[in-house]
């Protein structure tokens, strides 16, 4: 007798369209930010750079990359029930952060374009990246009978404003972080291809330069802007949009480590990999960097994580709100003191080291 796998239940909106994950602290945000402000950016000091980086957008490397071929053409029902919940809520974790960043620069472009050219068409050219990005998630959702409504999260997604100069800090650092992730998970399956249950994997290669050339051209744009990274309020401010970053990820990372279980990676590992290399390569645009060698760096974030599952068992309980409040609150303020300690660890100085081989 063959025994038929269960199906995974999903909240829909209607029938194969999901509904959108609960929005929460750890899920991808979708961004506004002071339009005009973008468009009077002076981007004198990096024109050169930006100029290059327009030709490299231009030669679109990757418009052929994202084609599903014959291995796409069958069924994946063999994929037992929790490894396939997982790996839809990888996919629709990832293409809603995709989705957003074209959303983004999408209407950055738009906004700017009779401003400021230059910059208005390197938004162009991203946003065509990041919809070509969410467009195949979305597809390969499909591939398991579900899939987003991006029409649908685009009206009832709520949008956190941001100024241009948090944008800048916040995507340099979603996109060198993004390319970190997926050129680890890619280079891991290359060495176990026995993990690799899906082939969208091995389009990561060329998928996580995508992510590295958005995070360069974001770069240049910090580098352009002088407050950012010449006076003490930028340092504070980079260090900030590290540590934010960094906890956002270890907190997303070991809440989801069934998901890396399944493609052969220890959550832990992977996640101080990530960072340790996000961290570095932070260095060519960021003033000040963080101690990631620190004793007690990862020994704290992780305590921070240890926490938010503390949390999340709590408000997955059945208790009245007032006592879920209760019972989260000391979890809560831990967290904070341990993020505060770590932002106070003496981080590296990068202008320091900027000319220096590393």
């Not at 932070?282 to 974030?301: K, V």
């Amino acid at each position: 007798m063959v025994k038929t796998l269960p199906k995974v239940e999903i909240e829909e909106l209607k029938p194969g369209i999901k509904a959108p994950a609960k929005e929460t602290l750890l899920t991808p945000r979708f961004y506004i930010t002071d339009f005009d402000a973008v468009a009077n950016m002076d981007i004198s000091l990096q024109d050169e750079e930006l100029q290059a980086m327009l030709t490299e957008m231009r030669n679109d490397y990757n418009r052929r990359h994202f084609v599903r071929d014959d291995e796409f053409k069958q069924s994946w029902d063999h994929i037992e029930e929790n490894k396939r919940r997982v790996f839809i809520d990888f996919l629709e974790r990832s293409c809603t952060s995709e989705f957003s960043g074209f959303l983004l620069f999408k209407e950055l472009s738009r906004r700017i374009k009779n401003r400021n050219p230059i910059l208005a068409e390197i938004f162009e050219l991203m946003a065509r990246d990041e919809a070509r990005h969410a467009g195949f998630l979305n597809k390969a959702m499909s591939d398991f009978q579900i899939s987003l409504d991006l029409g649908y999260l685009t009206k009832n997604r709520t949008y956190t404003f941001f100024k241009p100069e948090w944008i800048i800090y916040a995507v340099y650092l979603s996109e060198k972080i993004g390319y970190w992730r997926y050129i680890t998970i890619y280079r891991h399956l290359e060495k176990h291809p026995e993990y690799q249950y899906y082939p969208l994997f091995r389009m990561f290669e060329s998928w996580c330069q995508d992510e590295n050339r958005h995070g360069d051209i974001f770069n240049a744009l910090l580098r352009s802007q002088k407050s950012m990274w010449n006076t003490w309020k930028g340092r504070l401010w980079g260090r900030f949009f590290l540590l934010t970053v960094f906890a956002t990820h270890t907190l997303t990372v070991h809440e989801r480590s069934d998901f890396y279980d399944t493609i052969g990676l220890d959550a832990k590992e992977f996640d101080r990999i990530v960072i340790r290399n996000t961290n570095e390569t932070s260095a060519r645009a960021f003033p000040e960097i963080l101690n990631t060698d620190h004793p007690e760096f990862f020994t704290r974030l992780e305590r921070c994580s240890d926490y938010n599952l503390k949390i999340s068992e709590i408000e997955n309980t059945n208790q009245p709100k007032w006592l879920k409040f209760l019972r989260k609150l000391p979890y809560h303020i831990s967290i904070f003191g341990n993020l505060l300690r770590l932002y106070l660890i003496k981080p590296i100085d990068a202008e320091a080291l900027r000319g220096t081989v590393r």
